[in-house]
């Protein structure tokens, strides 16, 4: 079983849509929950992180994580084309900077 | 200021084949870090430095890959005898001291082994 489970889409959405991205996880030392996004041919870039469970609210970006269920998700409210892109869960445990578990990576287009 | 470079963009090469990949951190940046990411793949952690510490090499998947950084300044990959399946595009990240969670990324080298 991986560590961090992503559902690689394509996701397709309509402009101004609410988009949800989800990941799941089975190590239960995960402390550090991130929303890495990534657009073609581009390295990706730090959207938002949280730590532990909870939510987390950045423009029309909201983290949230569920530690219980394992499961932390990524919100964005009124898409934009510009919004386009790969989107990739990342996690950590209190400890350890190179223990950084990656998604595969959710593919969202916003379609205008 | 300057983000992370790497270079080359693209490398096509022959199997069996070595391959040098160079990344230039952000200035100031102490710690870098190599990945992998493979068509459909998450990134695979390859290796981690830190300062002037032994580096962590954990992540490299065989003797083949090879990692080496002058102090806190640039760094190589070296991917020797390559494989087609090294195919994949190498990315290079860089944070300040104590900064795990928000890396930095450079655009990666695309490497495609024939």
């Known amino acids: 079983q991986k560590e961090v489970e992503q559902d690689p889409g394509p996701l397709s959405v309509p402009e101004g849509a609410i988009v949800s991205l989800n990941c799941t996880y089975s190590n239960s030392a995960f402390q550090y929950f991130m929303w890495y996004r990534q657009y073609s041919r581009k390295g990706p870039e730090l959207l938002m992180y949280?730590?532990?469970?909870g939510n987390k609210e950045d423009g029309r970006f909201t983290a949230q994580v569920d530690k219980s269920s394992k499961y932390i998700s990524l919100f964005i409210r009124d898409s934009q084309p510009s919004d386009s892109a790969t989107y990739l869960c990342a996690m950590r445990g209190l400890t350890g900077a190179n223990n950084l578990f990656f998604g595969t990576g959710t593919r969202l287009t916003v379609i205008p | 200021g300057a983000g992370v470079s790497q270079s080359p963009s693209n490398k096509v090469t022959e199997k069996g084949k070595d391959v040098e990949l160079r990344c230039d951190p952000i200035s100031g940046h102490t710690a870098l870090y190599w990945y992998r990411q493979r068509l459909g793949q998450g990134l695979e952690f390859l290796i981690y430095f830190q300062g002037n510490s032994a580096p962590d090499k954990s992540g490299l998947p065989s003797d083949r890959f090879s990692a080496e950084r002058t102090g806190e300044s640039v760094s190589t990959l070296t991917i020797q005898r390559t494989q087609q399946e090294d195919s994949a595009v190498y990315l290079c990240?860089?944070?300040?001291?104590?900064?795990?969670?928000?890396?930095?990324f450079g655009p990666g080298t695309r490497l495609t082994v024939l």
């Open positions: 949280t730590y532990s469970s």
């Open positions: 990240a860089s944070s300040p001291t104590g900064s795990y969670n928000e890396q930095f």
